[in-house]
């Protein structure tokens, strides 16, 4: 039998970065929110919520990166040099704050030094990932196996907008995953982050929407012409779908509908941004099969992937089960 | 001076400095992991508080470590990309199945049980919280077993081919990892770890019987530690000369720029300084013990062994820092056995914790395995040199695209937050480990506190370790 191995892989991948937009898009959310909540005290409790998952939920990053230079070395050799700036900044940012959960609970004279280090690093790593999928969307200029574009390249006014966006999209992210965690005023205070990012988030959905047809005929053609309009139509109408929960859920205060929608609305972008890319793997210069890994290292690490991600999934959840319920003040696992 | 600093040179030292970086946490984590592994299973069998708070102690310390590991370690699985793009283009279809191997099994395993290690004693039972423990040890280790295939596989490359676009393409994955020098860097490495966290653990261990010799916590980290000293330091001596012969057999070059031989001789002596000279191909000064080396190397005193000058030039390391690290991880090695022995003798006569001078020079050995490791793999690396795949791709050659500027740029602000954040976690570390592992620790809600207002302390902590 032949499988499409690069296909396949392409699919797990996406499938990975998607689980990591999901679970590190809320604690990275949780940083971008975290200078407005009015206590201190909630904020211990806000960074509770995620201290023991952090760590795990980044390691889809990993994952992301990792499998990008296994299965498609090709597409990781012209994306990490043109995005070079953009991922090291990132890098830089995911370091000051991922020493905060710690350094915090050790120092707690300097605790405004570490929670500074968090909201900032939470910020750039969040900007940066908007501005790295803005330039997969918005192309990358490759001269036969390398990346042929200048420094800058990836500065532009739409990057720069997809940037902002998913900064609003974690913040969303970020509120309902409080909403589920906590109670009281930080519960409440949630609700107030959830109306706004909300909007924010609705607003740059359209924008986006609007803008990527508009960068590129092939990717206009493919959302407004036959065939591939029956395909794609749903895209748009069930994301206003998604949004009325959201909206619904935070009008009506149902706890449990705004984080799992949030991911909804965020995996129904992520397939919208897909759209735009097939069959490319660095936008309309390298396709998947031609970035991909021979067959016998896809194959080998197809092994290794169905029997692992299953086991990681359960021991995963297992985690966030045992952490289950309301986080609430004075609960400091082994700080204390 | 300036030409010096082309990209290629920026990018090799801003892969120097971020992988020497983080190899100090894995270091640490691996180590730490399996003592945490050991000490809640003592307390499961015996029931002794003793090592319940011994493993909460270090708990803390550990969750600092790994934060940092985890952070540091993230950026190598970039900087592949960014700096050495080529490389990645090429080797990828190998190299990079294997470090996807790593994060499915290892990463994902330590993180998925580190935040039930950390914060899950009072939501599940002991049992589980032992498992969760194990599986971040076993975790650790797991993943140095993957990266150390890959570097192994660069520096001894079998069982690949190469396509037509220049990439290496997997033949065989069983000799790709288990590669001719794989066994012994694993076995040499994980010895190095367990080593550089015995001393670390001794070291706090001594620095508390200074100040208070019957304090139970303090003997008994005191004395698990100059166990391991005693037993694994004369192994690590054993595994890292079975290292160098397979070195020797794979990659004579490299021993040669070690022993800072530049001719093919017989009886050669083992040099305990020398100033390698690359220019005249000679050394300019010397001092050596006449025929240990052609002994250690051959087993034979009249062993011929290769010399730098059995290759052009282009293909020499730099010999003199493989030269000298070679002999500063030597020495630390043997100062770790010294100490250990001695430590038998002074068990022996029931002085183990009363010798102020021994509790002293074990602090002072405290962060010693920490310059051994980055020593060692200064020699492995650096002696790996001019290739990123041994004899196969030259490093000049696996270069990304990116201008001298933005990789001087970037490697600048690795240089100052490392340094600023990393420099910060060291000393909170090295704060915890002054505090008193007797359980009297700082509660909840109270400010942590330098061991400077300890009441014995007559000196701050950081002179003592000698300014880390």
Redesign the interface.
Known sequence: MDMDLPLIWAGLLSLGVFIYVALDGFDLGVGLLFPFFAKDADRDVAMNTVAPVWDGNETWLILGGGGLFAAFPLAYAIVMPALYAPFTIMLLALVFRGVAFEYRWRDKSHERIWDTSFVFGSFMATFMQGIVLGTFVQGIEVDGRAYAGGWWDWLTPFTVMTGVALCFGYSLLGSGWLILKTEGSIRAQAYRFATLTAMGTFFFVCVVSLWTPLLSPEIYARWFTSPTIYFVAPVPLLTLVVAGFIARGIYKQIDSIIYPSTIALLGLCFIGLGVGLTPYIVPRAITIHEAAAPDSSLMFMLVGALIMLPLILGYTGYSYWIFRGKVRHGDRGYHS | MLEFFDAAMLARLQFAFTVSFHIIFPAFSIGLASYLFVLEALWLKTDNPVYLRLY?YW??IF??G???G??????M??Q???NW??F???????I??L???????A???E??????M????D??GKKLHYFATSMVAFGTLLSATWILAVNSWMQTPTGHAV?E?G?F??GN?MSIIFNPSFPYRLLHMTLASYLTVSFVVGGVGAWHLLRDKSNPEARKMFSMAMWMATFVAPIQIFAGDLHGLNTLEHQPIKVAAMEGHWHRQTGAPFLLAAWPDSEKERNSFEIGIPYASAIVLTHDIDGETPGLTDVPASDRPPVGMVFWSFRVMILIGTLMALIGIYSVWLRWKGRLYETPWFQKSALWMGPSGFVAVLAGWVVTEVGRQPFTVYGLLRTSESL????AP?VAA?LI??IV??FA??G??TY?II??MCLPPDGQGP??GK??RAAGTTPAASMTPTELVGGL
């Open positions: 909460k708990l803390k969750a600092v790994f934060g940092m985890v952070v540091s370690g993230l950026v699985s970039y592949f990309g960014t793009s080529v990645s283009d090429k080797a990828g279809p190998v990079g199945p470090l996807a191997y790593e994060v499915l099994s990463f994902f395993l993180a998925g049980f580190l935040g039930i950390l914060f899950g004693m939501r599940v396509n676009l990439q393409v997997p994955w990304a695209p990116v201008d933005a970037s602000a690795f937050v490392y954040l990393f910060a976690g909170y704060r915890m509660q909840a400010p942590l």
